[in-house]
């Protein structure tokens, strides 16, 4: 028990509710060790929302010493595969956890199935024949009791052969249910004689079709929970008035282990749809590429798009745990991502739309190299080379050849500064027959070399550059928020997508040193964002993503 005069001295006002309870069980002994699960139905890809609940999870166990579990809640086998058991397994290491065993809910049928019996012979369950429709009719309403099933004072005899032939297969799908014989008059409509088991003949993605029975998650978590030796069941929001369901199945089976469950607010971000059931709908219609499309908030979208796990570590942190839903604003995650960006993510020039530039005053077929600094914040990333020569490119929108008051960048007769390199003043502008600009005559200041001022004068602008000489041809993806409203579950979600949410430059010009970049490598284009290289695309050129932009640019009702 150190550990929890330990917890017992920290500030006490830092502390969440989940920790007051969990520090409160711990001293007056209800529990002596600190156990929590995170239970996924492998039904779908994680998202942000596991994110945080395996945050909370594996978190809670770390600071008290304690065991987290994986555990499948493959109780629905007709929405449930292996692919997605792989693909949770992979997206809660990725985010930097690891369990310490990894259970299936299937694995306890048997033992379930025995609990059923038993609460049969107890009397405290029974077989209904009333199918679905009937049993809702029965159940009443918020404010009107329910109704008794006939099938309610069935005998214990009667319950277990009955219960017996359903596992048997004896009858079909929707005929016979298994309930908790509890109180059909309970304020709590989850209370009125509960569905404890359902017939489905179904192949399960682990049991195959040992079973046509299938505990519901009311019935099968407690006790699953109970059974591993769970003392803190964290769970959202929604199960809160499931909970005297949860434990008058622990009471009733007297199980020796009376786990706590929990319940918190469920974590919501704008732009975003949150549901396995809304992200499949994507998947299916083909509106995104797939549970991994950048795009999407699955923890596989987002590794995919080049968010580093620190930064959603940083951000479920900075969210809390609170009793009352809201929605956070996705401005936050970016935030961090950026935040962990700035000093991890090496710099690097990328023109992505590239506006072809020659030094006349630079001698042809020469070229010189410039050191120039990986990271400013972070020294020991050390220098990187990057050539110069007479032609090159700059971003189209460093130029105006008719510049507004606000405008400092290139335009006739001005000078401005290329990163790393040389002043340059724009002598001439070259234009196509429809009138469009299509390469700039400069000159440069050799004194200028390096980039600083020779004499003393100011020059207002700074221009990010790449060698035409030296250039690689690169496929620049850049990601936006997938939605246009910041509430896209209004009515129907597909009715608010963002028509702008990917634009691919085939042809972006990058420095020579990302010709060698290597996947899920993330860096900083100057001046433009963060980006993560993605492999390279059929013609053998590098793909980036980006990650965020540089600043938070994005308009709300956009
Ligand atoms: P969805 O509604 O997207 O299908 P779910 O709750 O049905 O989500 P589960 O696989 O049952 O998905 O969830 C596993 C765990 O993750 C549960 O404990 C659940 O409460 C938690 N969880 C799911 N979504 C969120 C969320 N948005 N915020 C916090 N925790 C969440
Ligand atoms: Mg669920």
Not at 409 to 418: A, T
Request: with cysteine; aromatic share 10%.
């Amino acid at each position: 028990m150190e550990r929890v005069e330990t917890a017992a001295n920290t500030d006490r006002e830092s502390k969440n509710f989940i920790e007051h309870f969990i520090e409160e069980d711990l001293a007056n002994g209800r529990f002596n060790t600190v156990q929590t699960r995170f239970p996924p139905e492998p039904n779908g890809y994680l998202h942000l929302g596991h994110a945080k609940a395996i945050c909370l999870n594996f978190g809670l166990a770390q600071k008290y010493g304690g065991v987290c579990n994986l555990r499948f809640d493959d109780t629905n086998p007709e929405k449930e595969d292996q692919e997605f058991v792989e693909s949770i397994k992979e997206d809660i290491r990725w985010l930097g956890f690891d369990w310490e065993h990894m259970y299936f809910a299937s694995d306890y049928f048997p033992q379930l199935y025995a609990l059923a019996e038993k609460l049969i012979e107890k009397g405290m369950a029974y077989v209904c024949d009333l199918n679905a429709e009937e049993i809702r009719a029965y159940r009443g309403t918020l404010t009107e009791p329910g109704k008794e099933s006939p099938y309610r004072n069935r005998s214990v005899e009667e319950n277990l052969e009955l219960f017996r032939r359903m596992r048997a297969g004896e009858f079909p799908d929707g005929s016979h249910t298994l309930r908790a014989k509890i109180d059909m008059a309970s304020p709590n409509l989850n209370m009125r004689d509960p569905v404890l088991y359902r017939i489905q003949h179904a192949h399960h993605h682990r049991t195959g079709d040992e079973w046509c029975i299938y505990p519901m998650y009311d019935f099968a978590h407690p006790l699953s929970d109970s059974l591993e030796g769970v003392t803190f069941s964290i769970c959202t929001l929604e199960f809160e008035a499931h909970r005297p369901l949860y434990e008058w199945c622990l009471n009733a089976l007297d199980m020796p282990l009376k786990s706590r469950q929990i319940e918190f607010a469920r974590l919501n971000v704008n732009y975003n749809v949150m549901s396995k059931r809304k992200l499949k709908r994507m998947v299916d219609e083909g509106i995104v590429d797939g549970w991994d499309d950048p795009r999407m908030p699955t923890l596989s979208g987002l590794r995919h798009r080049g968010y580093p796990p620190e930064a959603l570590r940083a951000f479920c942190e900075s969210v809390g745990v609170a009793k009352a839903d809201s929605i956070v604003d996705m401005a936050q995650l970016e935030f961090f991502v950026r935040d962990h960006l700035n000093y991890t993510a090496q710099r690097r020039m990328a023109v992505l739309d590239p506006l072809k530039v020659t030094i006349t005053n630079y001698p042809e077929g020469q070229t010189e190299i410039f050191e120039a600094v990986n990271n400013p914040e972070r020294e020991a990333d050390g220098k990187r080379e990057v050539v110069f020569s007479r032609d090159l490119y700059i971003e189209r929108s460093d130029f105006m050849e008719h510049p507004t008051k606000k405008f400092h960048r290139l335009s006739p007769g001005k000078e401005i500064r290329l990163q790393h390199a040389y002043y340059i003043t724009c002598d001439e502008v070259i234009k196509d027959e429809q009138g469009n600009v299509v390469e700039l005559l400069c000159s440069y200041d050799p004194a200028s070399r390096g980039g600083w001022s020779p004499d003393g004068r100011k020059v207002k602008g700074t221009a990010h550059w790449v060698s035409a000489a030296a250039a690689v041809d690169s496929e620049v993806r850049l990601y936006s928020r997938l939605f246009a409203d910041e509430n896209p579950n209004d009515g129907d979600f597909t009715d608010h997508l963002n028509p702008d949410s990917l634009v691919i430059i085939p042809h972006a010009k990058l420095e020579k040193s990302l010709a060698s970049a290597e996947q899920g490598t993330r860096y900083q284009f100057l001046r433009q964002g963060y980006f993560v290289c993605d492999g390279k695309n059929k013609e053998g050129q590098p793909v980036f993503h980006r990650i965020v932009s540089l600043k938070d640019s994005f308009k709300k009702g956009n």
